[in-house]
């Protein structure tokens, strides 16, 4: 089945994924954040391997340590932000554009066709 537009009956439609974007952006900072705030423990991970090789190992352990652990959080959290966008995508946004008139729509899951990319 092709989903038309309900205004002009044009086929030429799009995925908005407006809901994935957002989800995604705020997810990373906000579990970079959240990573970096526990960047601490990881640091001291960090340096407490890195102190077999010194004042100097200890420095780049510490400092590999907080990168390590705000890369997670910043991970995990773009993920899960990413998934939370994709249901208010599929649930509650306008998730589809024409691309012939420019309105925006909602259609069920269930009647989604398969895009080209943009």
Do not use: W
Not at 46 to 64: C, R
Not at 97 to 108: D, M
């Amino acid at each position: 089945m092709t989903a038309h537009c309900p205004r002009c009956t044009s086929t030429q439609l799009i995925p908005r994924q407006l809901g994935r974007h957002i989800g995604a952006t705020t997810g990373v900072v906000s579990g970079g954040t959240t990573g970096a705030m526990g960047a601490l423990s990881g640091a001291k991970a960090g340096a407490a391997v890195g102190a077999v090789a010194g004042p100097v190992g200890v420095s780049i352990g510490t400092l590999a340590g907080a990168l390590f652990g705000a890369l997670v959080g910043g991970t995990a959290g773009g993920v899960a932000g990413a998934r939370l966008g994709e249901e208010l995508d599929t649930k509650v946004l306008d998730n589809i554009e024409c691309r012939a008139c420019g309105h925006t729509f909602r259609l069920p899951l269930a009647e989604y066709p398969s895009y080209p990319s943009r």
